[in-house]
């Protein structure tokens, strides 16, 4: 991994590390425009959320965790951000809950789908899914409906992060299980989804693993419980309230974030042009 | 002007118009990376704000109008999204108000200064500041603080709409009655401006030159009355409970603003790489 070089303890850690991972991103081609106005659209709801995961959140994150291990066939759809933010924890949590990782793209190129499945082989995924494209999900446009036969196509549990509202609807309608990562509980996807999981996906993947490791050897019914016990319409009641409550002045401003380039600037040597603009 | 060719009437119009602007700024290398960020930002502040101008925003709008017209040397600062965003829209408020335009940028490059000067000219510019670089504010990083002396080194009213925290304060210090156009009510920006326009630079803009406009030969007492009755934190106060009890379900999903992107390819035929992402 070529990640940034300041300790985790650093108290701006996390979001200097999105800004580096997405600056990468975007010389890779791995992140577009849309995809890097989708990451400010996410930086302001988890700014209002106080940037941190939220206990009804956390449920989310361990229902999810045993959702993925329940699976008969769980996959991990994957799209730009998803691959820029977090491609090794998309990896480890692959190899926690023994899932396939799928490229998913809302506009398919190629290239992006080459570009993408090499930074998750970069970052240890062994086999990548999604560029065989022989499915098609029942409902969508034709470029937007493809996937792989054998992976979503047949998939019983589906991890989609960051997802569209018209696939997360098509795909619940295939009778799919999903769980969607989003930060406005209010979108359609979150809306749609049997786990909807409000917190940011740099905190919430690794939180996810960490559920499954901890549940590994959990007896099918504790997870069948877990799973049971799981209200979707209250984590997004609690993440509406959270946002709506949170003490703005407790979190950062847009000002700070704005400042955080700047010391990502002089962090990473790498990060000559990550703040061109204001 | 190279626009659009959809009709006013359209009910996602401005939305469309914004995504237009914003892929035309991106490749005349006037929008940044960290400019497209904080487009995205300023979409989920402005979702959560209903998408509409509060009424506390348009009273803002007409205090700055007010401002503007009473100045002896307005100076409206462009950055680089505004110039993509609202180029003609700063250009007409110039106008109506007798200000100087001067670029300013929070990382200056040459290529980016010369860009967004060519462009404010395409859009009817005549004279476009910020080029000299001869004057400095006081407290701020050497490049942070380049202004032109007969620029907002010398005006007394300044606009900085989407500007940076430092400098919006740095500029306050050197006692020049600040507007900042910020959807952010908490922003340090906003917190510092004599007059904080909560509302979307697209929308903000047009009204303060409707008001100018409308106030154009009003007595100078109006114009101070309807500044001394400006209350700012009344108006920052208004923006963030407009944020927290809006209702998001009369507010247009993170998913439909999506979805928009792909509306905007079918209208729009110079947009082929607009949504290359999700």
């Not at 850690?13 to 800004?19: A, E, G, I």
């Amino acid at each position: 991994m070529s990640d940034i070089e300041i300790p985790e303890s650093h108290p701006r850690y996390q979001s200097l590390l999105t800004r580096h991972r997405i600056e990468e991103g975007v010389e890779k081609g791995i992140t577009s425009k849309q995809g890097l106005i989708a990451e400010g659209r996410g930086e302001a709801f988890d700014y209002l959320l106080g940037e941190r995961t939220h206990p009804a959140a956390d449920e989310a994150e361990r229902a999810a965790a045993a959702h993925l291990l329940l699976a008969e066939h769980p996959v991990l759809s994957v799209n730009g951000n998803v691959a820029a933010l977090v491609p090794g924890e998309m990896v480890e949590l692959a190899a926690a809950v023994d899932a396939d990782v799928e490229v998913n793209l809302f506009n398919r190129t190629e290239e992006r789908l080459e570009a993408i499945a090499d930074h998750l082989r970069d970052h240890g995924a062994t086999e990548v899914k999604g560029l065989a494209a022989d499915g098609r999900i029942p409902g969508l446009d034709h470029e937007r409906a493809k996937v792989d036969a054998d992976g979503i196509g047949a998939a019983d549990v589906v991890l989609v992060p960051l997802e569209d509202g018209d696939r997360a609807e098509a795909l619940g309608a295939m009778g799919k299980t999903e769980i969607v990562i989003d930060l406005n509980p209010l979108s359609r996807s979150a809306q749609t989804a049997a786990v909807p999981v409000v917190d940011n996906i740099m905190r919430a993947i690794p939180n996810i693993t960490a559920h499954a490791r901890d549940l590994r050897d959990a007896p099918r019914e504790e997870l069948e419980r877990i799973v049971a016990e799981f209200d979707a319409d209250g984590a997004l009641a609690a993440a509406e309230e959270a946002i709506r409550s949170g003490s703005l002045d407790d979190a950062k401003t847009e000002t700070e974030m704005d400042a955080e380039s700047d010391a990502e600037t002089k962090a990473d040597a790498d990060a000559e042009a990550a703040r061109t603009d204001n």
